[in-house]
């Protein structure tokens, strides 16, 4: 059994820790820490079940922009005097 996504806006990627899984006796299957990078808009993910030919489609997923997380500062910030102090502008 596997997870792919079906439909996309653009380019995204899916990753799991597990994304490869043998169905259990009553039909079940976990994937663990799922993500998606990619475009932002309306995903839906896929699972497959090759041995059966089955497969079933997910409603759909919102990729959004989510919150800065870190700032990376490229290149050495100006000297500051302390006779005029100031603020680093971007």
Do not use: K
Not at 8 to 36: H, K, M, V
Not at 49 to 69: F, Q, Y
């Amino acid at each position: 059994m596997t997870l792919a996504i079906d439909t996309q806006p653009g380019t995204g990627t899916l990753t799991c820790d597990n994304n490869t899984l043998t169905r259990s006796p009553r039909g079940e299957a976990d994937f663990t820490n799922c993500q998606i990078t990619g475009t932002v808009g309306a995903y839906t993910i896929v699972a497959n079940d090759a041995g059966d030919s089955l497969s079933a489609t997910s409603a759909p997923i919102t990729l959004t922009i989510g919150a800065a997380s870190q700032l990376v500062l490229l290149g050495q910030p100006p000297a500051l005097s302390t006779e005029s102090p100031s603020a680093l502008t971007p």
